[in-house]
């Protein structure tokens, strides 16, 4: 956990809400966007509802709401790396991964290689993911 | 134990506000600290001056309040939360030029860093919400 003088934890930031029917999608994503600066160690989960704040092709012209959603394809250049992804969530609501944003990031070990960002956990294995970390914030 | 605490949900509408102060001060009564607690969505409400509950029910912003004062609890409402949905302060107001504020005492308006950094410094982050 420490790093030299810097405390590095693990953050996760669990989003289960739809996008635009309550505000906890866009202030979430508030949150990790401000957190990036801290150097933490950050991962995000899109479950239950969750899953539709990375549906493609995102129009909120006639409900007169700002289209945040291609925010998330600058995830990557924030360093967040982990994304996972509830497969039973996207069953139940009759969804596959092809239905969401391909998200990435550049691996500066890597010769700056482009690699995913998303993975597609089931919810024992996301279980486990949770248990891992030190701070959980819930939206 | 140190404990940050994150309130999501506004006071009254939800029960995340009660459930927050009463685990706040279970945990200082067992001798635990709860440094700080940071409001965010309609949390930040809980941080009105304005609010005039009826005489028989509980007064959720004066409960925080007191909390702060005798406990040293940090309160902090979330600036863009706040902004959003009309809590002002008064440096905040004077730069958005409205001609009134309503922060209750003990609570001040910060950013989504002491979020972060109450995460960093606590024991456990305990979150209330929906």
């Known amino acids: 956990m420490e790093d030299g003088d810097q405390v590095i934890k693990k953050f996760m930031y669990m989003n289960r809400k739809s996008p635009y029917g309550t505000i906890y999608a866009l202030e979430s994503l508030e949150v990790v966007l401000i957190a990036a600066a801290f150097d933490q160690d950050v991962s995000l989960v899109f479950a239950d509802d969750g899953v539709y704040q990375l549906m493609k092709g995102q129009n909120t012209e006639e409900i007169g709401m700002k289209n945040f959603s291609p925010t998330y394809s600058a995830l990557g250049d924030y360093d967040i790396k982990k994304i996972y992804i509830e497969k039973e969530s996207l069953e139940e609501r009759g969804l596959s991964l092809d239905d969401l944003q391909d998200l990435k990031y550049e691996d500066e070990d890597d010769d700056w290689a482009e690699k995913d960002s998303i993975h597609l956990v089931s919810r024992e294995e996301l279980a486990e993911v949770i248990d891992q970390q030190d701070v959980v914030f819930s939206f | 134990m140190k404990f940050g605490i994150l309130v999501n949900e506004g006071p009254y509408t939800h029960q995340a506000s009660d459930s927050a102060f009463e685990f706040a001060k279970s945990a200082i009564e067992k001798g635990h600290e709860v440094f700080r607690v940071f409001f965010y969505h309609d949390g930040v409400n809980n941080g009105t001056s304005l609010a005039v509950p009826p005489q028989d029910?509980?007064?959720?912003?004066?409960?925080?309040?007191?909390?702060?004062?005798?406990?040293?609890?940090?309160?902090?409402?979330?600036?863009?939360?706040?902004?959003?949905?009309?809590?002002?302060?008064?440096?905040?107001?004077?730069?958005?030029g409205k001609t009134s504020n309503n922060v209750a005492e003990g609570f001040r308006i910060s950013g989504l860093g002491q979020l972060i950094e109450a995460g960093i410094q606590a024991d456990r982050m305990v979150v209330f919400g929906d």
Do not use: F, T
């Not at chain 2, 005798?70 to 309160?75: A, F, Q, R």
């Open chain 2, 57 to 96: 029910d509980r007064h959720i912003p004066n409960r925080w309040s007191e909390l702060a004062k005798d406990h040293s609890v940090d309160l902090v409402l979330c600036v863009a939360a706040a902004q959003r949905r009309g809590m002002l302060d008064e440096d905040e107001a004077k730069r958005n």
